[in-house]
């Protein structure tokens, strides 16, 4: 069996800091996701990775860069970390696009 | 409005009673997806589905594309099947899934 990933489990940031979120697969899937999950909602689409070389944004990007820097990790940047964006960030990863999904267990992201 | 919409919002079930959980979609979908969130937050993939049904131990899942549903169905409800259940829905052609808000489940003795 495989496993996903994520580092670090909890990330404490100042306000207007730069963080870095990373995440690591070894299923050998071709798609990657990030999603933020506020308190007691549901999830949404940040970045998304097709295949190795691709970056798609999803429908909450503004704020936050991507990179896949090769198939087995995608990482996730807060350009600059604000008090409502205190969340749980959430990395995926399937086989192909549109084939079932498997999460990590979450970086918990805490803005002072 | 809610392009994934799940119901009820919230569910608190007697163990060994069942019960049924339904998501309703507004988008194009081919794909849907059921998780299970535990009071920790790790996200469990329950079900994949094409249209139609499948069924895994006290779970059986359809998803019905023509009038745009999908169920859940737990059977004898037991206290570890308490958490929060997800379904997703793939946005056909944008691979892309949308999440529904969520159904919180608590399963009482």
């Known amino acids: 069996g495989g496993i996903i990933t994520q580092t670090p489990k909890f990330l404490i940031g100042q306000e207007g800091q730069k963080l870095t979120l990373k995440c690591q697969q070894n299923?050998?899937?071709?798609?990657m996701y990030w999603y933020r999950q506020d308190s007691g909602k549901g999830l949404r689409l940040i970045y998304y990775s097709i295949t190795e070389n691709d970056l798609q944004k999803g429908d909450l990007s503004e704020g936050y860069d991507a990179s896949r820097e090769k198939k087995s990790s995608f990482s996730l940047t807060v350009t600059s970390a604000q008090k409502n964006e205190m969340a749980v960030f959430l990395c995926a990863s399937s086989m192909t696009a549109n084939s079932d999904y498997t999460f990590g267990s979450g970086t918990r992201l805490l803005v002072i | 409005g809610d392009q994934v919409k799940q119901s009820p919002s919230a569910l608190s079930l007697q163990e060994g009673t069942n019960s049924a959980l339904r998501c309703n979609f507004s988008?194009?979908?081919?794909?849907v997806q059921w998780f299970l969130q535990n009071p920790r937050g790790s996200l469990m993939n329950l079900f994949y589905?094409?249209?139609g049904t499948k069924e895994n131990g006290r779970l059986k899942s359809t998803f019905n594309s023509k009038e745009s549903y999908s169920t859940l169905h737990i059977r004898d409800a037991q206290l570890e099947d308490s958490g929060t259940y997800f379904c997703a829905a793939d946005n056909t052609g944008n691979y892309k899934y949308v999440f529904g808000a969520g159904t919180r489940l608590k399963v009482i003795a």
């Open positions: 988008i194009a979908t081919t794909t």
């Open positions: 299923f050998n899937h071709d798609t």
């Open positions: 589905l094409v249209p």
